[in-house]
């Protein structure tokens, strides 16, 4: 499949708003708009990752479906565009990691910005992501897959259109089973703030994905 050159983040920028305007995220959905005010054209990254080099991305792409399916043509063109990183938070005693992850807006992504950073998240079947919190204000929107999501001490199922928030400092778990998931995060707030892994507070993780 061949791809326009440039890509304009307007259209993905605009699903968004309309899906957290029906969740009543507002201050969210203004900052969106406020973003959304620049002319946001990128170009490919020529030092991106293959996207076939990353596990299930092609199969949960794919999937991306039903109430979902509006995001699909923006969310498989940037997956070209945008540099995949097979991630974890640095710290094997706590999480060996199991997922990828990339940067669309934000400092280290196709897109500056300060006060926002947004980007994709994949974790691969079978991977349980501890209980961990942070100093950002956290969002994610499911796109593909299915699995449980733990915010505090309340679980919740994890399937395509499912909006979570994590308010600055609460924690939050995700497990998956046989399916991966994949999803749109946001950051706001305090973006370049502490990260941390449950009953190791003292510990700063770094600061990546």
């Not at 309309?18 to 959304?36: D, G, I, M, P, T």
Request: proline residues 5%.
């Amino acid at each position: 499949m061949i791809y326009n050159p440039e890509f304009n983040l307007s259209s993905l920028i605009s699903e968004l708003i309309k899906v957290f305007s029906n969740h009543n995220y507002k201050q969210l959905e203004e900052r969106l708009k406020k973003f959304a005010e620049g002319n946001h054209v990128i170009s490919p990254n020529k030092e991106m990752i293959r996207k076939d080099s990353i596990p299930n991305l092609e199969y949960s792409l794919e999937n991306i479906k039903g109430e979902m399916v509006s995001f699909y043509d923006d969310i498989v063109k940037l997956s070209e565009y945008v540099s995949w990183c097979k991630a974890s938070r640095g710290v094997p005693e706590f999480f060996e990691g199991g997922y990828s992850s990339s940067v669309v807006i934000g400092d280290s992504g196709l897109v500056s910005s300060t006060n926002i950073r947004m980007g994709f998240y994949l974790q691969n079947q079978n991977i349980d992501y501890p209980p961990h919190a942070h100093e950002a204000e956290e969002f994610y929107l499911i796109l593909s897959g299915i699995g449980s999501w733990q915010i505090s001490n309340i679980w919740y199922d994890a399937i395509p259109g499912k909006i979570f928030h994590h308010q600055p400092g609460v924690s939050h778990r995700m497990i998956t089973k046989s399916e991966p998931l994949f999803a749109i995060w946001i950051w706001t707030g305090l973006i370049e703030g502490r990260y941390w892994f449950v009953g190791h507070e003292e510990i700063d993780c770094p600061g990546i994905l």
